[in-house]
């Protein structure tokens, strides 16, 4: 069962009311139109399957707990903001801070991604198929980060732990980043996110970085 919700004239707390109560009525799609107005659309859900049609507003998804989310558009700022399982896919571009203090799950963004991207992530999977912008990693505790394109400035800044690929070029590495030879496991695991996603790059060309210390902060 499709359930359909024009989010043209109204507000969050109506659209999102909309959404959760069709997953608690067993539809088993619901797709949104018309809502990039809207900051916050489709948080804090713990199942169902979302499609937005168009673009979406600021934290789309933040406090995600288990849904699975597709975006026809752009993505706003703080895309899944504090996620911790579920699947996110943006089938465009997405702004500044996305997938910030993610404890889990995975978001997949096929345009590219803005700054602070990944910043504070625990444990999540991201995947950006084109470009990033400054500051990715910053913080990182756990997870991976994958980047097809180039990437901006202080990449993995203050990095702790977790692993940072990346298919093309950085402006500059952060405080505690270094990068290591990719090992087979590696272009393994590449590989299958990038069939799975259908991703055209070639796992062999990307590099890995890692932190430099588990304990930046002491010397």
Same mark, same amino acid.
């Given at each position: 069962? *499709?359930? $359909?919700?024009?989010?043209?004239?109204?507000?969050?707390?109506?659209?999102?009311?909309?959404?959760?109560?069709?997953?608690?009525? !067993?539809?088993?799609?619901?797709?949104?139109? +018309?809502?990039?107005?809207?900051?916050?659309?489709?948080?804090?859900?713990?199942?169902?399957?979302?499609?937005?049609?168009?673009?979406? &507003?600021?934290?789309?998804?933040?406090?995600?707990? !288990?849904?699975?989310?597709?975006?026809?558009? +752009?993505?706003? $700022?703080?895309?899944?903001? =504090?996620?911790?399982?579920?699947?996110?896919?943006?089938? &465009?571009?997405?702004? +500044? &801070?996305?997938?910030?203090?993610?404890?889990?799950?995975?978001?997949?963004?096929?345009?590219?991604?803005?700054?602070?991207? !990944?910043?504070?992530?625990?444990?999540?999977?991201?995947?950006?198929?084109? =470009?990033?912008?400054?500051?990715?990693?910053?913080?990182?505790?756990?997870?991976?980060?994958?980047?097809?394109?180039?990437?901006?400035?202080?990449?993995?800044?203050?990095?702790?732990? &977790?692993?940072?690929?990346?298919?093309?070029?950085?402006?500059?590495? !952060?405080?505690?980043?270094? *990068?290591?030879?990719?090992?087979?496991?590696?272009?393994?695991?590449?590989?299958?996110?990038? +069939?799975?996603?259908?991703?055209?790059?070639?796992?062999?060309?990307?590099?890995?970085?890692?932190?430099?210390?588990?304990?930046?902060?002491? $010397?």
């Amino acid at each position: 069962m *499709e359930f $359909k919700i024009d989010a043209s004239n109204k507000n969050l707390k109506e659209v999102n009311s909309e959404i959760k109560k069709a997953i608690k009525n !067993g539809a088993r799609k619901i797709v949104v139109e +018309n809502a990039s107005h809207i900051h916050g659309l489709a948080a804090g859900l713990k199942r169902g399957y979302i499609i937005i049609n168009g673009d979406s &507003g600021d934290y789309t998804a933040a406090l995600n707990d !288990g849904a699975s989310i597709i975006i026809n558009g +752009n993505a706003g $700022k703080f895309l899944a903001d =504090n996620m911790t399982k579920g699947t996110i896919i943006v089938n &465009g571009n997405a702004e +500044n &801070g996305a997938a910030l203090y993610c404890y889990g799950g995975l978001v997949v963004i096929r345009g590219n991604a803005g700054n602070f991207l !990944g910043a504070l992530n625990k444990g999540a999977t991201i995947i950006v198929a084109g =470009n990033a912008g400054d500051n990715v990693g910053t913080y990182m505790v756990g997870g991976e980060i994958i980047i097809v394109g180039n990437v901006g400035e202080n990449v993995g800044n203050w990095f702790i732990r &977790g692993n940072i690929y990346v298919g093309g070029k950085w402006q500059s590495l !952060g405080h505690n980043c270094k *990068e290591i030879p990719l090992k087979s496991e590696d272009v393994r695991k590449l590989e299958e996110y990038f +069939n799975k996603y259908n991703i055209n790059a070639d796992p062999r060309k990307f590099k890995k970085l890692v932190p430099i210390s588990k304990r930046p902060f002491y $010397k």
